[in-house]
Nanobody, 129 residues
Framework: QVQLVESGGGLVQAGGSLRLSCAASGRTLSSVAVGWFRQAPGKEREFVAGINRIGSIIGSIIRYTDSVKGRFTISRDNAKNTAYLQMNALKAEDTAVYYC??????????????????WGQGTQVTVSS
């Protein structure tokens, strides 16, 4: 099992930046795939970005949903056992609760929530226009 705690959310103006953190305990993040998802009010939880486990037989994979490509960057600091989501050029439509999640089994990055085994509690990101 792994415990995930997100932080770094807040209120920012359109065009601004935030960096979300996902601190893990109980398991090293390098041994799992990490995904970032978001959920806006009245909408389903959607995939934002993901990075697969280190040492995967298919190599290093990073995936982004189309709407954040070129603006968001996912990364992982193995020494701190923390994953990050750097969000630049934020838009009002990025407003949502952001969650990090861990997938213990897949070699690739899964883009659906049901593929993930552990979830953080979420952090609110609000972008004012």
């Amino acid at each position: 099992q792994v415990q995930l705690v997100e932080s770094g959310g807040g209120l920012v103006q359109a065009g601004g930046s935030l960096r979300l953190s996902c601190a893990a305990s109980g398991r090293t993040l390098s041994s799992v795939a990490v995904g970032w998802f978001r959920q806006a009010p009245g909408k389903e939880r959607e995939f934002v970005a993901g990075i697969n486990r280190i040492g995967s037989i298919i190599g290093s994979i990073i995936r982004y949903t189309d709407s954040v490509k070129g603006r968001f960057t996912i990364s992982r600091d193995n020494a701190k056992n923390t994953a990050y989501l750097q969000m630049n050029a934020l838009k009002a439509e990025d407003t949502a609760v952001y969650y990090c999640a861990a997938d213990f089994f897949a070699m690739d990055v899964q883009t659906t929530p049901r593929g993930y085994d552990s979830w953080g509690q979420g952090t609110q990101v609000t972008v004012s226009s």
